[in-house]
Nanobody, 123 residues
């Protein structure tokens, strides 16, 4: 029902910045809460950030607080993740996801997922 496409990943030095974008199509974007997750080699998928349908609430995992900012532009059907002060431990494939009712940090409730974009932070 919804397709999500991430972009903006790449290679950056520690301390640098990247902005990830997630373009949505197929449904009314404002009806979905949006989240960002990541998965590093040999590790389980982990929650990064989420934003409510109206953008009134945001949530972050402790390791990215004060460094990452999640936002959305419902008129453009796009969610964003601004990543500053990147660290090597941020290296992972980043996925955006959409929840039509609710979403949890474990990924429950996220009905649609993008294919991911690679973020590599060198030391």
């Amino acid at each position: 029902q919804v397709q999500l496409v991430e972009s903006g990943g790449g290679l950056v030095q520690a301390g640098g910045s990247l902005r990830l974008s997630c373009a949505a199509s197929g449904r009314i974007f404002r009806m979905y809460a949006m989240g960002w997750f990541r998965q590093a080699p040999g590790k389980e998928r982990e929650f990064v950030a989420a934003i409510s349908r109206s953008a009134g609430s945001t949530y972050y995992t402790d390791s990215v607080k004060s460094r990452f900012t999640i936002s959305r532009d419902n008129a453009k059907n796009t969610a964003y993740l601004q990543m500053n002060s990147l660290k090597p431990e941020d290296t992972a494939v980043y996925y955006c996801a959409a929840a039509d009712r609710y979403g949890s940090t474990a990924g429950d409730g996220y009905n649609y997922w993008g294919q991911g974009t690679q973020v590599t932070v060198s030391s």
